[in-house]
Nanobody
Framework: QVQLVESGGGLVQAGGSLRLSCAASGSFFSINHMAWYRQAPGKQRELVAKITSGDSTNYADSVKGRFTISRDNAKNTVILQMNSLKPEDSAVYYC???????????????WGQGTQVTVSS
């Protein structure tokens, strides 16, 4: 099993920055991609940014140039640096990873519990 614990959410004014961190722990063999999703009230959960085990990244168009995703494979941690925040970035942000618990087992998705980000205008 993989446990994902997010931290770093909070309240910030528009134009400000926040840094989200997500640490994976538990018993697992390997982690493939790690990603951040967000869900605002009344909206579907959407992909914000994703990073593969080879450090390839992709971003939602709405955050390109403002957010940066990175990972520390030695610490099984993924970071989302969010700059120039806008009120429309307000949402619960969820960490996600694709991992397997043994070399012979298939990959599956795991989710964190979420962390609230609120951007005031």
């Amino acid at each position: 099993q993989v446990q994902l614990v997010e931290s770093g959410g909070g309240l910030v004014q528009a134009g400000g920055s926040l840094r989200l961190s997500c640490a994976a722990s538990g018993s697992f063999f390997s982690i493939n991609h790690m990603a951040w999703y967000r869900q605002a009230p009344g909206k579907q959960r959407e992909l914000v940014a994703k990073i593969t085990s080879g450090d390839s990244t992709n971003y939602a168009d709405s955050v390109k140039g403002r957010f940066t995703i990175s990972r520390d494979n030695a610490k099984n941690t993924v970071i989302l640096q969010m700059n120039s925040l806008k009120p429309e970035d307000s949402a619960v942000y969820y960490c996600n990873c694709n991992a397997n618990i043994a070399a012979w087992s298939s990959m599956r998705l795991y989710w964190g519990q979420g962390t609230q980000v609120t951007v005031s205008s």
